[in-house]
């Protein structure tokens, strides 16, 4: 074989053996929830591949054109070189169509993946030592995901994004002392700007991509780092990982569900259609358009300033304009309570140990009560960013549905808190694990007719 | 006992299906033919073969309870004077008139109480009661779909939404889809705005016909990209994602992430 001494050509310069047997050996912990994260990290992948090919044909560039192809309702009007290009993407590039379709699929599951992940990892204690650097390179990786997408929507220029771009300027323009000057200093003057559209482009294909990669490779260099943690199957101790080696087990589980990640964004870009800005036509500084939401990982903001009472606050002689508070502070201490979320735990609860074994959701009432009511504001904030939407699925005014939500805002978290740590406690005492068969009891029919039951020994 | 019992079921499932398609099958056809008539008769409008008299026989027994003897308005209903031709055409071709709601609740469209030619009647004795736009005569025109666009994005699109799948308006209110309406009951929709919806005479003849073309062209073409899903934008499309995007990824997770090989301790 001509590959042998090549290789060994290589590692003796190299000395990569060593390092490959140690990789192809690391052990993976044989649990589904293992794998949520890979599904992110697959829809990343297809996210930076369909978007080099979007990146081929967008034009990143606010001059008016007249719209010349083959969309026979848009033919004629004055739209953006960027609107322009996203509708030649779409009608005239081959594949284009499905490509962008495929793009903003793998976005919205991109989001979502990375969402369960993270539950996973919360609801399990996956954070605690030595993991707390890993959850906030986590957090962060959130955050740049988020930014990535909320970039990505509005490169369109369509009328959709375009609303949600004045919002995002209003809610800036709104923190007080530097709300100006940052606003200015991100859209380049008063909103619409012409600069925006080149801006958020260098954003979105340029500096936040190379972030998230980078965040990415140390998110798992570190993995690798502490190796993995695990539940606490039998022979699992907090001193070993129990599972199987990267080769041969794992490639192929990791193999087979890239493959499938791909496969259902592609046959989601296919077939169903995503944001059709044809129908939705031009920015125009003029009109804006309805419902207009933003995607779905972004609607919780939306909710909050849909939700809150438009009230602004005079204090020390400074107006709080009202987007403030639910704009800037409310996303503010829901990412600074989950980024210091592992370093609270600790001192709460005195625990500074480390820890290999994960805990049961059960087994650690307050925080899954605490997880699971924030997750409830986070769906309620959700749904109230859809509320239009929303009342007319459930045919009701949507005045009344926002009335609705600011109740259940406050309503169902507590009530969701109390439930799940009397759900937890109640199974943490039965200490039964799940679907586990309960013992049954034994019982000896007596001489006289009736039972009695057999003490289990 | 079990001997009969199994052949009276499938029974009763064949008659229940056949009266089901009996029931249907006439309703739809009617439903076409129906759509047929209304552009014929859309053209020869307010014809002479029309009778006010007749109309207004048919309007003291079916209309005068809630809009008045002479259409001058009751509690129950406003007063008619002024709606003209277009307001009656467009209220009683949609089937919203005669109102059959609660009161103080949305008239919705239904299959029109009247034929043709008793409508037209109506149509005629309610327009006499004073002057108001006639039934509108638009003109369809593939050419005028992109100015049409540029209209129905700034002026409709806000309540019935860009792809006209409807929209709430507030109050409670339904902005309707537009995936049935007629192009002469687009017209006199906006002449007359029914309900909710605001007039727009503002518009001039030109830029109305536009936006009938741009409705009419959303009734018809193709709508690219596969199956939409409202076509409202974000929020199913959101919904989509989770359900159907990540819940398939999660089988698939739950699949692979499986021990095949049954030796997990």
Redesign the interface.
Same mark, same amino acid.
């Given at each position: 074989m001509a590959a042998e001494p090549m290789l060994t050509w290589i590692d003796e310069r190299l000395g990569l053996a060593a390092w490959a047997r140690a990789g192809l050996r690391k052990v993976f912990p044989d649990h589904w929830s293992f794998l949520l994260g890979e599904v992110a990290l697959f829809c990343l992948v297809v996210l930076v591949l369909t978007g080099v090919f979007l990146t081929l044909f967008y034009v990143p560039d606010a001059t008016s054109v007249t719209y010349s192809g083959p969309w026979a309702p848009l033919r004629g009007q004055s739209v953006s070189a960027a609107f322009d290009s996203v509708m030649r993407l779409s009608f005239e590039v081959r594949a284009g169509l499905v490509m962008r379709q495929i793009h903003h699929w793998a976005a919205l599951v991109f989001v979502a993946a990375i969402v369960v992940h993270l539950l996973r990892i919360f609801f399990t204690g996956a954070f605690r030592r030595p993991r707390e650097i890993n959850w906030l390179v986590g957090i962060g990786l959130l955050l740049l995901a988020l930014t990535m997408g909320i970039t990505g929507y509005s490169l369109p220029d369509d009328l959709l994004s375009g609303t949600g771009l004045r919002v995002i300027y209003s809610v800036v323009i709104a923190i007080p002392f530097i709300g100006p000057y940052l606003a200015f200093l991100v859209f380049g003057g008063e909103f619409p700007t012409p600069e925006i559209i080149s801006r958020l482009f260098v954003f979105h294909v340029m500096l936040l991509p190379a972030l998230l990669i980078g965040g990415v490779l140390v998110h798992l260099a570190i993995l690798v780092r502490h190796k993995h943690s695990q539940y606490a199957v039998p022979g699992a101790t907090e001193e070993n990982v129990v599972g199987r080696a990267f080769w041969p087990s794992q490639v192929f589980k990791s193999t087979g569900l890239a493959i499938l990640t791909a496969a259902v964004l592609a046959l989601m870009g296919g077939l169903i259609q995503i944001n059709p800005i044809w129908a939705y036509g031009p920015f125009d500084a003029t009109t804006v358009s309805s419902p207009a939401q933003p995607d779905w990982y972004a609607g919780w903001l939306d909710g909050a300033l849909r939700l809150f009472p438009p009230i602004e606050i005079t204090a020390l002689g400074i107006t709080i304009p009202s987007p403030f508070i639910p704009g800037v502070l409310l996303p503010g201490v829901a990412f600074g309570v989950m980024t210091l979320w592992p370093f609270l735990e600790a001192w709460v609860t005195g625990d500074h140990a480390e820890h290999q074994l994960l805990d049961g959701p059960r087994e650690k009432p307050l925080r899954t009560a605490f997880g699971v009511a924030g997750l409830l504001v986070f769906v309620i904030l959700t749904l109230a960013g859809g509320n239009d939407v929303v009342a007319l699925v459930f045919g009701v005014p949507v005045e009344a549905m926002t009335n609705i939500l600011r109740v259940a805002i406050v309503a169902v978290p507590l009530l969701g808190f109390g439930l799940t740590y009397r759900i937890c406690r109640e199974l943490f005492d039965r200490r039964e694990a799940p679907g586990q068969r309960r013992a049954s009891v034994r019982l000896r029919r007596t001489a006289a007719g009736g039972f009695e039951e057999i003490e289990p020994d | 006992m079990t001997g009969p019992m199994p052949r009276l079921r499938l029974l009763a499932l064949v008659l229940l299906a056949a009266g089901a398609v009996g029931a249907l099958l006439p309703g739809a056809m009617a439903k076409a033919n129906h759509s047929a008539s209304l552009r014929e008769a859309s053209h020869s409008s307010l014809a002479s073969d029309s009778d006010v008299n007749a109309g207004h026989a048919v309007f003291n027994a079916r209309c005068a309870t809630c809009h008045g003897d002479a259409g001058q308005g009751t509690a129950l209903g406003p007063s008619l004077v002024g709606v003209g031709g277009a307001g009656a055409d467009f209220e009683l071709r949609t089937g919203r008139m005669p109102f059959s709601g609660s009161p103080g609740t949305q008239a919705v469209r239904k299959p029109p109480a009247f034929d043709d030619a008793t409508i037209r009647n109506l149509v005629a004795y309610v327009a006499s009661l004073g002057t108001g736009p006639p039934i509108p005569e638009p003109r369809v025109d593939?050419a005028a /779909?992109?100015? +049409?666009?540029?209209l129905f994005?700034?002026n409709c699109?806000?309540?019935h +939404?860009?792809?006209a799948r409807? +929209?709430?308006v507030?109050?409670?209110a *339904?902005a309707p889809p537009l995936d049935v309406a007629t192009p002469v009951q687009v017209a006199e929709a906006m002449l007359i705005g029914p309900g909710e919806m605001p007039v727009f005479s503002s518009l001039s003849e030109t830029d109305r016909n536009a936006v009938v073309s741009?409705v009419a062209?959303l009734q018809t073409q193709p709508?690219? $990209?596969?199956?939409?899903?409202g076509?409202? +934008?974000?929020?199913?499309? $959101?919904? /989509? $994602?989770?359900v %159907?995007? %990540?819940g *398939?990824?999660?089988v698939? /997770?739950?699949v692979? $992430? @499986?021990?095949w090989r049954g030796s @997990?301790?």
């Open positions: - | 593939t /779909v992109s100015a +049409g666009q540029h994005i700034a699109a806000p309540c +939404g860009a792809t409807g +929209g709430a507030g109050g409670g *339904l741009y062209y709508d690219p $990209g596969g199956v939409s899903i076509g409202i +934008g974000p929020v199913p499309e $959101g919904f /989509v $994602g989770w %159907l995007g %990540l *398939l990824i999660l698939v /997770v739950l692979v $992430g @499986r021990d @997990r301790a």
